[in-house]
């Protein structure tokens, strides 16, 4: 059998309960550090997954028959893409929420500074919603953010992640 | 005071120290509200300090992972020991990438002696 190196897909389907969000991120977790010398690197994809796997289980329009969300993660070449696509109603203001979040990193020369920015916000406004998972995907997971609607009803989250050139042994 | 455990989440309270209040974050705190969790014990973990005047030091050194709903935890708890005039102390691994990177940023609440951030 030959095999590309560093080629490597996840594909689910996964039940939008809140358990899952820990159970995807230690397996996401173990396998990256399964293929990676980089611990950190590792550490960093499973967060990024974690926070945009919180979102579609919170954010999600679960009121359907389909309680299930897609998780998709793709690498190669040092790259790993995440992707979560999850039901959604269009009328949710959390959607136009989600757009403003990631225009409003945009704003900023670095994801360090929209981060400290949103923390800064966070003690200035208690009890109101952040955005700040999508914002450390950002800084924490060096990660390029963009949100598209699927069909009117589906929302799909991708993070960009480039990283380390593949270990050697 | 008791230690806090609530889920994959162990705060141990370090009763053999008696100059300050030692809490060290053990496990995962991954909880969809950890406020709820959280909020209690850091009402405690406050009146305990004021009664002993001592410093609150939180470790997180051994923490495997939290979430950003506990990031905004902690810093609800910044603000609320700093306006209660409550000295805290935050102590992170900066050999652990994601400490380094979720703590530095922190520093924009090191604006006076009352809140500090140790790296080790």
Redesign the interface.
């Known amino acids: 059998m030959s095999m590309k190196p560093f080629q490597f897909s996840i594909d689910l389907p996964v039940l939008n309960h809140?358990r899952n969000?820990?159970l995807l991120?230690t397996s996401v977790q173990s396998c990256f550090v399964a293929i990676f010398s980089d611990v950190?690197g590792c550490?960093?994809i499973?967060?990024v997954t974690?926070?945009l796997v919180?979102n579609a289980v919170?954010y999600g329009y679960w009121s359907g028959d389909d309680k299930h969300f897609r998780l998709r993660i793709n690498g190669r070449h040092g790259s790993v893409v995440v992707q979560v696509e999850n039901p959604v109603d269009p009328a949710n203001p959390q959607l136009h929420k989600l757009e403003a979040t990631l225009r409003w990193i945009d704003e900023f020369p670095s994801a360090?500074a929209a981060?400290?920015a949103k923390?800064?916000e966070?003690?200035s406004q208690?009890g109101m919603s952040?955005g700040?998972?999508l914002v450390?995907c950002a800084?924490?997971g060096s990660s390029t953010l963009r949100a598209e609607l699927i069909e009117a009803n589906a929302l799909r989250v991708v993070a960009e992640m480039t990283f380390w050139p593949p270990a050697r042994s | 005071m008791d230690n806090f455990v609530a889920g994959d989440l162990t705060l141990a309270f370090n009763a053999a120290r008696t100059d300050a209040i030692e809490l060290t974050w053990l496990g995962r705190s991954n909880d969809r509200n950890p406020d709820k969790l959280l909020n209690p014990y850091w009402q405690i973990t406050l009146a305990e300090a004021a009664q002993r005047t001592l410093p609150i030091e939180l470790h997180f050194q051994k923490l495997q992972h939290f979430n950003s709903s506990t990031i905004t935890v902690i810093i609800q708890f910044i603000q609320e020991a700093r306006r209660r005039a409550a000295r805290l102390v935050v102590v992170y691994d900066q050999a652990i990438k994601w400490q380094k990177l979720s703590f530095d940023a922190m520093r924009v609440f090191v604006t006076d002696e009352l809140f500090q951030l140790r790296s080790v």
């Open positions: 809140w969000v820990d991120l950190d550490n960093a499973a967060m974690g926070e919180e919170k360090e981060y400290r923390l800064l966070i003690a208690p952040s700040l998972g450390r800084y924490e």
